[in-house]
């Protein structure tokens, strides 16, 4: 079993920051690509950014320039820092990984979510 649990999200003003954390355990054999998604009221849930165990990140266009994904390998930790944040990033934010479990099959496992609300 797998659990991702993220942290770190709250009621910030416009022009503020949050950092959101994920934290992996369970029986993980290897991390591939972790992310983070969310989903706003009333609206399907959608890319906000990925990061491969190696390699290039990938921003939702929205959000270049203002959010920065990062990872640790060492400690199955992926986190989000948000910058200038405006009322249209609100919405429950949610951790995405693909795990290499026991069997050696990739599943893809996902947080509980934690709320981000942006206004003033």
């Known amino acids: 079993q797998v659990q991702l649990v993220e942290s770190g999200g709250g009621l910030v003003q416009p022009g503020g920051s949050l950092r959101l954390s994920c934290a992996a355990s369970?029986?993980?054999?290897?991390?591939?690509?972790m992310g983070w998604y969310r989903q706003a009221p009333g609206k399907q849930r959608e890319l906000v950014a990925t990061?491969?165990?190696?390699?290039?990140?990938n921003y939702a266009d929205s959000v270049k320039g203002r959010f920065t994904i990062s990872r640790d390998n060492a400690k199955n930790t992926v986190d989000l820092q948000m910058n200038s944040l405006k009322p249209e990033d609100t919405a429950v934010y949610y951790c995405n990984a693909d795990v290499q479990v026991y069997d050696f099959r990739v599943y893809a496992y996902w947080g509980q979510g934690t709320q981000v609300t942006v206004s003033s």
């Open positions: 990061i491969p165990a190696s390699g290039s990140t």
């Open positions: 369970g029986s993980i054999l290897k991390i591939g690509a």
